[in-house]
Each structure stands twice: as C-alpha cells, then as structure tokens.
Nanobody, 129 residues
Framework: QVQLVESGGGSVQAGGSLRLSCTAS????????MGWFRQAPGKEREGVAA????????YYADSVKGRFTISQDRAKNTLYLQMNSLKPEDTAMYYC??????????????????????WGQGTQVTVSS
C-alpha cells in the first residue's frame, strides 16, 4: 500500500521558516520524480519544487526560488521542503507527491498535475502578515 505522509505544517509570521517532511512507503522510492505542490483557497494546485530521487536534480517554481529548498534522505525514504522568508501568499495546503512512473523528466513532471500519481493527504501552511 502506497503511503505519503506529510508533516511539519503550521502557522508562522511573515519572514519565518517552516520545514515540511514527507515519508514514503509501499513503492520503490529511488529513480522517481518527487515534489511538493500547494493549493491556496480558490486557486488551482501548483507545483512548488521537485527532485529526482535517483540523482538529486532539483527544480523550483519562480515564486519560491531562493527561499525554498527541496531535499531528501534516501536512507529514510523522506522528502523535505525547507521554507524560509515565508510570505502571506505562501499560505496554502501543501502536498507531497511521487511520480507513479520511474525515470521521469522531473522538470516537466512537476508542472503538470496527474491524479494517478501518488499523493499525500496534505499539510496546512499559514503565513500571517
């Protein structure tokens, strides 16, 4: 049974930091695209950052470049998102996801949304001004 379990969300003031974690189980962790997505109220879900679990290449949306860092601990099958200099517009439900297929092109994968991929349940991030 595939599981992606997120944690680390919460409420912070603008300029603060949070670190999200996503622990994966039930499938082969390596050689896949994994990433973080977010959905704010009334908006579409969007890709925030992605990583290729095999080689570690990373990709970021322009809105978070220089502030967010995606990383992983392959020994723990865990994905992280370090979020610094948070802004009120970062407020959203954050989801962890993994490509159902292996050896994907992560720079393209995280720009599209595919409900058939593996998704976590989400963790709320709220940034107040």
């Amino acid at each position: 049974q595939v599981q992606l379990v997120e944690s680390g969300g919460g409420s912070v003031q603008a300029g603060g930091s949070l670190r999200l974690s996503c622990t994966a189980s039930g499938y082969t962790y390596s050689s896949r695209c994994m990433g973080w997505f977010r959905q704010a109220p009334g908006k579409e879900r969007e890709g925030v950052a992605a990583i290729y679990t095999g080689g570690g290449s990373t990709y970021y949306a322009d809105s978070v470049k220089g502030r967010f860092t995606i990383s992983q601990d392959r020994a723990k099958n865990t994905l992280y998102l370090q979020m610094n200099s948070l802004k009120p517009e970062d407020t959203a439900m954050y989801y962890c996801a993994a490509d159902r297929s292996m050896y994907g092109v992560c720079g393209r994968w995280y720009l599209k949304l595919d409900d058939s991929d593996y998704w976590g349940q989400g963790t709320q991030v709220t940034v107040s001004s």
